[in-house]
């Protein structure tokens, strides 16, 4: 289970000493308890795919990861590096760039990628769910204007959905869009936008009618539009990587021709878009969860304490069994949900709130467990483990926060 002719204690040694170093070996390592196998039941297309992705992980992002969160960095060069390999557009049609691939095969990416930088990788989710939702809901000019330069990330796209006084209540938005002509007129805020004011397009939905979801529209703006302007940079627990503004519309002219779909759609499209994101941040949780897992088994079996290695305490042991079982278990949900979704499956949009609930609250235990393992070390910067609890924790939160992934699931349970 480790590189041949490395000792375990050297490598702690060197984790310490050069964590960057450290990440690529300990994440590029193959030789993974099958029982944990990320590539378990998967099809020899899938494990490529999974393959290259966690190369790139471990030699473009874990090396740099700290960096990119202690500098706040927006590694955007390494983004373009990645869209190369086709994760700019994962699930976009491949008429406009987009890699054609399923949801699944989605899943299985940024699980791998998000073992190098979770943070880094949770954006790049949430720019494939955008440049989705403008390639399915989009009219062909749209689709050939917007898609094929954010396949390539030579643009970054954002997701601006909420706002100060509507968070889980999504239905009950303020933000206005008074059509004028060929025009629309904007006015109001959305607030922790990930990518705001550093990336190019924004998918924003907005109020084009009265009172409830059916008064929602969804319109796609660009950078520089005259009216729109962005908060100061918020300080984070975590994900760092990726800056969050409050995007801003203050009489805010977009042409008519920049709606998806028809007026009044908005909230539907919102919403389709949510479910696969919430498959998308479950994929990003699960490659923190097993990052950790291996730093915590790693952590054992170096560290002494009275005489003995820490693997040999039975206690430490359950603990670590606990954790990789419940890793395998919120794998297996994502899995099946980022399936449903692909099917197109009646119950796919409760499965995937299912999903985004369970995987997420695990993982998060999962991260918080290897940290404690660590001890006192867990605690240092020097250590990576506590940047992915810090990076896994918004994760509870977004996409819809797990109270209302609660809601969605005993809905479905009960409206029958």
Not at 115 to 125: L, R
Not at 207 to 224: A, D, F, M, N, W
């Amino acid at each position: 289970s480790r590189e041949p002719g490395r000792p375990r204690r050297a490598m702690a040694v060197a984790w310490r000493a050069a964590p960057r170093a450290a990440a690529r070996l300990l994440l590029g390592r193959r030789g993974i308890a099958s029982c944990i196998d990320p590539s378990a039941g998967l099809t020899e297309d899938q494990k490529e795919f999974q393959k290259v992705a966690l190369d790139f992980a471990a030699k473009e992002m874990a090396p740099y990861m700290a960096e990119w969160d202690e500098k706040e960095i927006f590694p955007v060069e390494t983004m373009r590096k990645a869209a190369q390999l086709g994760f700019g557009g994962i699930y976009v049609k491949p008429d406009v760039g987009g890699s054609g691939l399923s949801r699944l095969d989605t899943s299985i990416i940024f699980e791998a990628l998000s073992t190098g930088c979770t943070s880094t990788t949770a954006y790049m989710s949430i720019h494939n769910m955008c440049v989705w939702m403008i390639d399915t809901f989009g009219n062909e000019e749209q689709r050939r204007r917007f898609c094929p330069s954010l396949c390539s990330m030579e643009k970054f796209a954002s997701y601006c959905l909420t706002e100060p006084g509507s968070g889980s209540d999504a239905a009950s938005l303020l933000t206005t869009a008074q059509k004028k002509g060929d025009t629309y007129v904007l006015n109001g805020s959305k607030a922790f936008i990930s990518g705001g004011g550093d990336t190019d397009v924004y998918v924003v939905m907005c109020r084009t009618g009265g009172p409830g979801p059916k008064g929602i529209s969804c319109l796609v703006l660009e950078k520089g539009m005259p009216g729109l302007s962005f908060g100061k940079k918020e300080k984070k627990v975590g994900w760092n990587s990726q800056p969050t503004r409050a995007v801003i519309f203050e009489d805010c002219v977009v042409p008519v021709g920049n709606r998806l779909g028809a007026e009044g759609q908005g909230f539907s499209i919102a919403m389709q878009g949510l479910n696969g994101g919430r498959i998308n941040i479950a994929s990003c949780s699960l490659g923190a969860a097993h990052a950790s897992v291996l730093l915590a088994q790693e952590h054992l079996t170096v560290r002494k304490q009275f005489g003995e290695p820490l693997a040999s305490n039975q206690y430490l042991q359950f603990g670590l069994a606990e954790m990789a079982t419940r890793l395998v278990a919120a794998r297996l949900m994502v899995r099946n949900a980022a399936r449903a979704l692909q099917d197109g499956r009646e119950d796919a949009a409760v499965l995937c709130s299912m999903a985004k609930l369970f995987a997420t609250d695990e993982c998060f235990g999962i991260c918080n467990q290897a940290l404690q393992m660590h001890g006192g070390y867990g605690y240092l910067k020097d250590y990576a483990v506590q940047q992915f609890v810090r990076d896994i924790r918004v994760h509870q939160i977004l996409e819809g926060t797990n109270e209302v992934m609660r809601m969605i699931v005993a809905r479905n349970l009960l409206q029958g």
